[in-house]
């Protein structure tokens, strides 16, 4: 079945630590994909996008992404966190040749420790 | 970038009442607006379509009747949750696009109503 997986649903970690959220697809094709960040009680912002070309793409608030065809992931990273950073990340994917209405996975808490 | 509002922010209600939330696109003009609702600690799930002008279009198992959805102008839509029960309580989301051609026609989130329904 058609699925975006966000395996982790908490994680923890030190203020200054580097970071890496995981997330998998699993379609025929390659979708196009986008990761988004939801502070409580807040609506989602665009973090990053990928539709093609270089797999490296790089967004907003120092988070970057890298896009693995051979692994269907499209994993989001961050060198050193910021306790402003805490949220909810939504990695989500638009099926090409579709309605352009993203598919979101279950989200993955980020706990950030001083 | 663009910046969609909901009004309210949070709302507690009676059972069997019925609850109308905004959703504002305050700096652009938005043909399609969307509706999502979100239960805790999971993901959005896409409950309609509205397009202005025109009925909106339900996504399945989503009740047209008792999630109601008007979009009487290019900046104005609501959902109104009919006879609401406290299973309708949730997160309710909107987002609107910009209307542009293909994959640029990226979508702008609302900050979200939270329903109570007693």
């Known amino acids: 079945a058609q699925s975006v997986t966000q395996p982790d649903i908490h994680i923890t970690v030190s203020e200054g630590a580097s970071l890496e959220l995981r997330c998998n697809y699993s379609y025929g094709a390659t979708p196009y994909l986008f990761w988004y960040v939801q502070s409580p009680g807040q609506g989602l912002q665009l973090l990053l996008k990928?539709?093609?070309?270089?797999?490296l793409v790089q967004g907003i608030k120092g988070f970057e992404a890298e896009f693995k065809r051979s692994q269907s992931s499209f994993n989001l990273r961050k060198p050193s966190v910021h306790w402003s950073d805490a949220a909810e990340y939504f990695c989500?994917?638009?099926?090409?040749?579709?309605?352009?209405?993203?598919?979101f996975g279950r989200g993955t808490s980020l706990i950030v420790h001083p | 970038g663009a910046v969609v509002s909901q009004h309210p922010s949070w709302v507690i209600c009676k059972s069997g009442t019925s609850v109308k939330i905004e959703c504002r696109s305050l700096d652009f003009q938005a043909t399609t607006m969307f509706w999502y609702r979100q239960f805790p600690k999971q993901s959005l799930m896409l409950m309609a379509t509205s397009n202005e002008g025109s009925k909106a279009t339900y996504e399945q198992g989503v009740e047209k009747d008792k999630f109601l959805i008007n979009h009487a102008s290019l900046t104005l839509s609501t959902l109104t949750v009919t006879s609401a029960h406290p299973e309708d309580s949730s997160f309710y989301i909107c987002s609107a696009d910009l209307g542009l051609a293909g994959l640029d026609n990226e979508q702008f989130f609302g900050p979200g109503t939270r329903l109570t329904v007693l």
């Open positions: 989500a994917v638009v099926l090409s040749g579709g309605s352009y209405i993203p598919t």
């Open positions: 990928y539709f093609s070309g270089d797999t």
